[in-house]
């Protein structure tokens, strides 16, 4: 007897349950929200913000360089700590984005 139901519960979990369990998963992924026209131009909205923020931090960051050579930029420099100690400090002012 216990010869016949370990294979029948391999074959039941391998066409029945298996299956469902896919569809189970597939039908919460088709439930789930997805992003509307107002989300997505509330994104490009915020992007171009985002945009024109990082523009006029690099304006001030590039005005502020001019007068004090000491300066070292943030936002607009992707570099580390000790990667600014070992370049040498010069500015350019006429450099465009």
Do not use: C
């Amino acid at each position: 007897m216990e010869d016949v139901v370990v294979p029948f519960i391999a074959i039941v979990t391998l066409f029945i349950g298996l299956p469902w369990l896919i569809m189970h998963y597939v039908t919460k992924w088709r439930q789930a929200p997805k992003i509307t026209e107002e989300d997505e131009r509330l994104l490009d909205e915020m992007y171009n913000l985002a945009r024109r923020l990082e523009d006029r931090v690099t304006t001030v960051e590039r005005i502020v360089a001019a007068d004090n050579p000491d300066f070292r930029p943030g936002l607009s420099n992707a570099t580390t700590d000790w990667q600014i100690e070992n370049t040498s400090r010069n500015y350019s002012i006429d450099r465009r984005n």
